[in-house]
């Protein structure tokens, strides 16, 4: 399963509809500073609900609204308060079986599953926000999605994605420590923690 496609729709500096594509093997983003490269991976982490607000760089959630003064911190201007990303997920590889997106959508209703489209949208009105996020366009829960993509091997605390500074703490990280992440991503960490477990009861 890989990203096959992130559409941005007023996140953070996008402030148009903007689609990228994303290629099966490897895909760099490049540009001048603050083009807004960082975002784009923050987008991914907002829509799929891999972290906090403060992993994507941002005090609230309404702060990833696209706000034309942001760089000099001038007033917004009014209008519609509504970012949206969707993340287009290939799944023609079969990582994920029809039933497991059936049971995270709560619906038989999902469509193709080759392809498994994750949406986020966080929207201000006067006095409140609000974040809903949808599954092939079904209306659901952040634990849905996070369900369904630990069963791909994607979980926020997983090495899935790699931020700047992380390469740096694992170089200074102990051989054990460094051992830790190692069986993390093997997954022999999880029979470890559940052997743990037996052995106290
Ligand atoms: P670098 O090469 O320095 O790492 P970058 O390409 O990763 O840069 P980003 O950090 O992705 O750049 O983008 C930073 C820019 O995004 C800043 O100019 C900032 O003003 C802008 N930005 C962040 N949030 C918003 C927002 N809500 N509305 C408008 N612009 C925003
Ligand atoms: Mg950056």
């Known amino acids: 399963m890989h990203i096959k496609k992130l559409v941005l729709d007023n996140f ?3 402030g148009r509809r903007t ?3 994303f290629y099966e093997d490897f895909t760099t983003v490049s540009g001048p500073n603050g083009s807004g490269k960082s975002n784009i991976i923050d987008s991914v982490l907002f829509a799929l609900g891999l972290a906090r607000t403060r992993g ?3 005090e609230k959630l309404t702060d990833l609204i696209y706000n034309p003064g942001h760089a000099d911190g001038s007033e917004e201007s009014s209008g519609p308060r509504e970012a949206i990303v969707e993340v287009v997920l290939d799944n023609g590889d079969g990582t994920l079986d029809r039933a497991q997106v059936v049971n995270a959508a709560g619906s038989e209703n999902v469509g193709d599953v080759d392809e498994i489209t994750i949406k986020r949208r966080v929207k201000e009105t006067e006095d409140n926000y609000y974040s809903y996020y949808y ?3 079904r209306s659901v829960n952040l634990s849905d999605i996070q369900d369904l993509l630990a069963q791909a091997g994607v ?3 997983g090495y899935n994605v790699v931020m700047q500074g992380d390469v740096t703490e694992i170089i200074n990280m102990t051989p054990h420590e460094r051992r830790q992440i190692i069986d993390e991503i093997a997954g022999v960490a999880e029979f470890d923690a559940k052997k743990a477990d ?3 009861e």
Request: charged content about 30%.
């Open 12 to 14: 953070k500096s996008f």
């Open 19 to 21: 689609e990228i594509p």
């Open 56 to 58: 994507i760089r941002a």
């Open 135 to 137: 599954l092939n366009g």
């Open 155 to 157: 979980t926020p605390e």
């Open 198 to 200: 037996a052995l106290e």
